[in-house]
């Protein structure tokens, strides 16, 4: 008899990018451990060094900018087959998370914060929401 496959303890997704990738280490009920912006050229070490620790992990990748690209890196480090997940409006989530955890002071305080770019790359803050995606499609099953 087939079973479904057990929800894993751990995801590890990366919003990937040309030049820099986001990436977060997320437990199953949510709870974030890791999350960092990397270059691209280093996602396949990093993801096989996080592998390492977290051997129970999913690899959740987003879909769109250069997915192929960051996969194939993966590929070359880790024998980890990585799950797709749609990136529709992730950029914008990843920018209101970002916003939550460091509110705009002085007077951006007073800008909506749709108006507002944050001062460094969020792309981890991305991930994170990558993250949730998969773990909440895994609940839906």
Not at 12 to 19: E, N, T, Y
Not at 99 to 123: E, K, M, S, V
Request: proline share 9%.
């Amino acid at each position: 008899m087939h079973q479904p496959p057990a929800t894993p303890r751990h995801v590890i997704a990366v919003d990937p990018g040309r030049d820099k990738c986001g990436l977060a280490l997320v437990r199953c009920d949510g709870c974030v451990l890791h999350k960092a912006v990397v270059p691209a050229g280093e996602i396949g070490q990093i993801v096989a060094r996080l592998l390492e620790d977290y051997p129970c992990s999913a690899l959740a990748l987003g879909d769109r900018t250069a997915a192929r690209d960051v996969e194939t890196a993966i590929g070359e480090h880790v024998q980890v087959d990585p799950v797709l997940v749609d990136e529709h409006r992730s950029t914008e989530q990843g920018r209101r998370r970002y916003f939550l955890d460091n509110p705009p002071r002085g007077w951006r305080r007073l800008l909506p914060i749709g108006l507002q770019t944050p001062p460094c790359p969020y792309d981890d803050y991305v991930a994170v929401v990558l993250a949730e995606r998969y773990l909440d499609s895994l609940r839906r099953r």
